[in-house]
């Protein structure tokens, strides 16, 4: 059975950090691409980040130089650092396997002014 589960999410101010994660199991971790999404209310899913099994990374231009991703093999986790919160980075983030194609549930980010 194929679990992805977010944790880590909550309320901070602007300005502040939070440390994402997302634990996997029931898939082959260390060769798929994990990536990190976003969705507001009211719009649509994007991509935030994703590091491939090479451990390269890939950012979207609204999180570079704020938002660190990372992946631990060992753990099968990955994880999303994001420095300098602002509001506009509210959001449910979710966790994505991509050779899986698998989905977590997603875990709230709420950055108040």
């Known amino acids: 059975q194929v679990q992805l589960v977010e944790s880590g999410g909550g309320l901070v101010q602007a300005g502040g950090s939070l440390r994402l994660s997302c634990a996997a199991s029931?898939?082959?971790?260390?060769?798929?691409?994990m990536g990190w999404y976003r969705q507001a209310p009211g719009k649509q899913r994007e991509l935030v980040a994703r590091?491939?099994?090479?451990?390269?990374?890939n950012y979207a231009d609204s999180v570079k130089g704020r938002f660190t991703i990372s992946r631990d093999n060992a753990k099968n986790t990955v994880y999303l650092q994001m420095n300098s919160l602002k509001p506009e980075d509210t959001a449910v983030y979710y966790c994505?396997?991509?050779?899986?194609?698998?989905w977590g549930k997603g875990t709230l980010v709420t950055v108040s002014s």
């Open positions: 994505h396997a991509g050779a899986s194609n698998y």
């Open positions: 029931g898939i082959m971790f260390r060769v798929n691409r």
């Open positions: 590091i491939n099994s090479d451990f390269s990374t």
